[in-house]
């Protein structure tokens, strides 16, 4: 009889320290967020940190992150909270801003382009950062290798070859009795060098002669112009700048009161009247940058996700420009774009 209470109250013992595990457990789940398809997560969403270089106004970037991350079951708000910082244009402001996304310990942070990235990884060197557009994240230190980042920073690039050398190429096909393009340099980008070096080349091997005028903020933009006009120069391209999207109603009217060809890297470019547009989809890299988003928040180590590059480029034609401008454009042009604006 002894022996038969004994094993009840053991069994009655065991009952109850499951009992008190499994509540443990549920109280565990629901104090901590989930991600997508592992329950309901009742408990605080996921900070994720935002750092972007140009202006919320200017670019969809956050919008289409936004869609990336809800097509992958992500609800914001429920799940995961954005903490936003955007420095309009202005890089000093990057490091400190920074400095108040690291202060609120955001599981990981996306930021773009790369001078946006640079701060991210000062200010919180152990906190992931998704790379979500820039140009050579190997040259800028922040990765290995594309194949194998070996930090806390991986991501999508917008690192095209040659994409200097085919602005070129475009805008000479477009207008090809142009003798001498202007190139416009947001000095403050990490490759302004590199690209330069890759356009003085380019204009050689199309025997053309090229303009240079560097700028690192707003208001020297307009001088810049006048300079490069002032120099002979008959054409416009703009190297990739956060600072020159956010300024290119401003640039592409300047470039239009000397009925300039003008051609951008990013489609916004062409899209607010710039003549040509040539470089990656914004839109694709930031949804693309929802699916490391996606991976990190679900264990996956940055130093092992291989960066991608752009898949596709694409060229959009303005052809209210062309015609404003006066110029007949070659079908063997129109018929690459992705798109031509009537």
Do not use: C
Not at 104 to 123: D, W
Not at 209 to 228: N, Q, Y
Not at 234 to 261: N, T
Request: glycine share 8%; net charge positive; charged share 20%.
């Amino acid at each position: 009889m002894k022996q038969g209470m004994n094993q009840r109250r053991t069994l009655l013992a065991a009952i109850a320290a499951l009992t008190l595990a499994r509540a443990g457990a549920a109280l565990a789940q629901t104090a901590a967020p989930t991600a997508p398809g592992k329950g309901g997560g009742g408990g605080a969403p996921i900070l994720i940190g935002w750092l972007a270089t140009g202006s919320r106004a200017a670019v969809n970037d956050l919008t289409v992150f936004k869609e990336g991350m809800a097509a992958l079951g992500w609800k914001e708000g429920v799940q995961y909270v954005l903490e936003e910082r955007w420095a309009d244009g202005d890089y000093d402001r990057l490091r400190p801003l920074a400095e108040e996304l690291a202060a609120k310990q955001p599981a990981l942070i996306v930021a773009g382009p790369s001078q946006a990235v640079a701060a991210a990884v000062k200010a919180a060197p152990r906190t992931p950062v998704v790379h979500a557009n820039g140009t050579d994240p190997v040259a800028a230190g922040f990765a290995a290798s594309l194949a194998r980042p070996g930090g806390m920073v991986t991501g999508v690039t917008n690192m095209a070859p040659d994409i200097t050398a085919k602005h070129t190429e475009l805008l000479l096909e477009a207008v090809p009795k142009v003798k001498r393009i202007g190139f416009l340099i947001d000095a403050n980008t990490v490759s302004h060098a590199r690209l330069k070096q890759a356009a003085e080349y380019s204009v050689v091997q199309r025997k053309v002669e090229a303009r240079f005028a560097e700028v690192r903020r707003a208001d020297e933009i307009e001088p810049a112009i006048a300079g490069l006009a002032k120099n002979g120069a008959q054409a416009l391209v703009l190297f990739a700048s956060p600072l020159f999207i956010i300024e290119r109603q401003h640039i592409i009217k300047l470039a239009q009161a000397r009925r300039w060809a003008m051609i951008g890297g990013a489609r916004e470019f062409a899209e607010s009247g710039a003549l040509l547009s040539y470089g990656a989809n914004r839109a694709i890299l930031y949804r693309r940058a929802a699916y490391y988003v996606d991976r990190i928040l679900k264990g996956a180590k940055p130093a092992e996700m291989p960066m991608e590059q752009p898949m596709t480029i694409e060229l959009v034609i303005n052809g209210k420009t062309a015609k404003a401008l006066g110029i007949k454009l070659p079908q063997s042009l129109l018929i690459r774009a992705e798109r031509v604006i009537e």
